[in-house]
């Protein structure tokens, strides 16, 4: 283990290809159900997985989700899966990351940049790296 607390950080390609090769690797979407709602999510049908929706925090409140944990759990019951966390812009998806690290899994990476990216000059998102950008599949739903 390092000292981050997790198995480490991801860039998107690098993700995407730790889900292409690994059969048990899974995807986390941490973000909202606004943010699934309104921008959309990765999409892994091409590769036959699920993308797990599991909120770190419940809107409309903000507040922590108690079942965090327990829905990561239930669809990567095991302990050794690779799974990979990815939110608005990889800060939440960190959180989670050491959240499921302390549950017991070893192999807990955050998605570097998230699914919308770094802010540009305009304070907009999706311009500078991320899941989109980066031209990985995706969804509106």
């Known amino acids: 283990m390092n000292d981050l607390g997790y198995a ?4 998107p390609e690098e993700s995407w290809a730790m889900l ?3 059969s048990g690797a899974v995807l986390v979407d941490v973000r909202t159900d606004a943010e699934w709602a309104f ?14 929706l599991a909120a770190w925090i419940v809107y409309p409140n903000m507040t922590g989700n108690a ?7 239930n669809h990567a019951p095991d302990t050794d899966a690779h ?3 990815i939110c608005r ?9 050491i959240a499921m690290t302390n549950a017991g899994y070893s192999n807990c990476y955050n998605v570097l940049e998230g699914f919308e990216g770094d802010m540009d000059a305009q304070d907009h998102r999706g311009t500078i790296g991320g899941w989109k950008v ?7 739903r």
């Open 8 to 11: 480490g950080d991801k860039t």
């Open 89 to 97: 812009s990889g800060q939440r998806s960190i959180a989670a990351a």
């Open 67 to 73: 079942d965090f944990v327990a829905t990561v759990q």
């Open 39 to 52: 921008v959309g999510t990765p999409d892994l049908g091409s590769l036959g997985k699920n993308l797990c």
């Open 20 to 22: 292409s090769e690994i």
């Open 134 to 140: 980066a031209g990985l599949p995706w969804a509106q």
């Open 83 to 85: 799974i990979l966390f």
